[in-house]
């Protein structure tokens, strides 16, 4: 690889340390304490502020704003990070900030994500693979977003919320309560589930009996009516043969916020 391409437009703080290959557009700006990893494009007008440490073959489009400072009235200008993974896409006027002295410190995502224009990582979240955010999906304080997960435009998730793996939620959602894995949520005031994402298990690979296990814990817990302590009991039946459902129910057990139900 050759080393970094920096147009002479563009400031870049003598303590960045940027890897080979990065391309830097004009008007960007690199803040100290910033690591760029190989391959990385960082488009006109996005800025970068430290201490964050992202890795290689990202893309960050025009006018994304990465590493600022959290959204937290208790934020005292204490030293924290933002740390990317690989591979994830960043659209225009993007904004993911770093955490909070109070909430770990640190802002996490993982690889090959793609966060479409004017979505919103807030501070101290934790994001995992392959996930989809699309237009104005936003993310408050704290939440924790699993793999392969969807976010359709324009919804929102409360702070302290999780997401879990191949989740979808679907436009305009506004989510307060934690999603099991492989459910889909539809408006309606707040998010309510409506059945699980039974078309994205199977472009991901699922199996009809992967599938068939997962219908039958989603009925256990949503359409069987009965409380949740008789639900778990149920899920963990159908957990002795499902290890998705066994998934499924540790994530319930797990959680520390209502379950949305």
Same mark, same amino acid.
């Given at each position: 690889?050759?080393? #970094? %391409?920096? *147009?002479?437009?563009?400031?870049?703080?003598? *303590?960045?340390?940027?890897?080979? =290959?990065?391309?830097? #557009?004009?008007?960007?700006?690199?803040?100290?304490?910033?690591? @760029?990893?190989? =391959?990385?494009? $960082?488009?006109?007008?996005? *800025? @970068?502020?430290?201490?964050?440490?992202?890795?290689?073959?990202?893309?960050?489009?025009?006018?994304?704003?990465?590493?600022?400072?959290?959204?937290? &009235?208790?934020?005292? /200008?204490?030293?924290?990070?933002?740390?990317?993974?690989?591979?994830?896409?960043?659209?225009?006027? $993007?904004?993911?900030?770093?955490?909070?002295?109070?909430?770990?410190? @640190?802002?996490?995502?993982?690889?090959?994500?793609?966060?479409?224009?004017?979505?919103?990582?807030?501070?101290?979240?934790?994001? /995992?693979?392959?996930?989809?955010? %699309?237009?104005?999906?936003?993310?408050?304080?704290?939440?924790?977003?699993?793999?392969?997960?969807?976010?359709?435009?324009?919804?929102?998730?409360?702070?302290?919320?999780?997401?879990?793996?191949?989740?979808?939620?679907?436009?305009?959602?506004? $989510?307060?309560?934690? $999603?099991?894995?492989?459910?889909? !949520? #539809?408006?309606?005031?707040?998010?309510?589930?409506?059945?699980?994402?039974?078309?994205?298990?199977?472009?991901?690979?699922?199996? #009809?009996?992967?599938?068939?296990?997962?219908?039958?814990?989603?009925?256990?817990?949503? !359409?069987?009516?009965?409380?949740?302590?008789?639900? &778990?009991?149920?899920?963990?039946?159908?957990?002795?043969?499902?290890?998705?459902?066994?998934?499924?129910?540790?994530?319930?057990?797990?959680?520390?916020?209502?379950?949305?139900?």
């Amino acid at each position: 690889m050759s080393a #970094a %391409s920096i *147009s002479p437009l563009a400031h870049v703080d003598p *303590s960045a340390k940027l890897g080979d =290959g990065v391309v830097i #557009a004009p008007f960007a700006s690199i803040g100290p304490e910033v690591e @760029i990893g190989d =391959g990385t494009h $960082v488009g006109p007008h996005c *800025s @970068i502020a430290g201490p964050t440490r992202i890795g290689r073959d990202n893309r960050f489009h025009g006018h994304a704003a990465i590493g600022g400072d959290p959204q937290d &009235k208790k934020y005292a /200008g204490e030293r924290t990070e933002l740390a990317i993974g690989d591979g994830n896409v960043f659209r225009e006027f $993007v904004t993911v900030h770093r955490g909070t002295g109070g909430g770990g410190g @640190i802002t996490r995502i993982g690889d090959r994500n793609w966060f479409l224009a004017y979505t919103h990582v807030a501070h101290d979240c934790r994001v /995992g693979d392959d996930c989809v955010f %699309s237009n104005n999906a936003t993310l408050a304080g704290h939440v924790e977003v699993g793999n392969q997960v969807i976010l359709s435009g324009f919804a929102g998730i409360h702070q302290f919320c999780r997401i879990g793996d191949h989740a979808f939620i679907g436009m305009g959602a506004l $989510v307060n309560g934690d $999603v099991p894995p492989f459910l889909m !949520v #539809a408006q309606e005031d707040y998010g309510r589930p409506r059945g699980i994402n039974g078309e994205g298990l199977k472009r991901r690979g699922f199996d #009809a009996a992967r599938v068939a296990a997962i219908k039958r814990a989603y009925r256990a817990l949503y !359409v069987s009516g009965v409380p949740l302590e008789e639900a &778990k009991r149920q899920l963990a039946a159908i957990a002795a043969d499902s290890d998705d459902v066994r998934a499924f129910l540790d994530f319930i057990e797990r959680g520390e916020r209502p379950l949305l139900r």
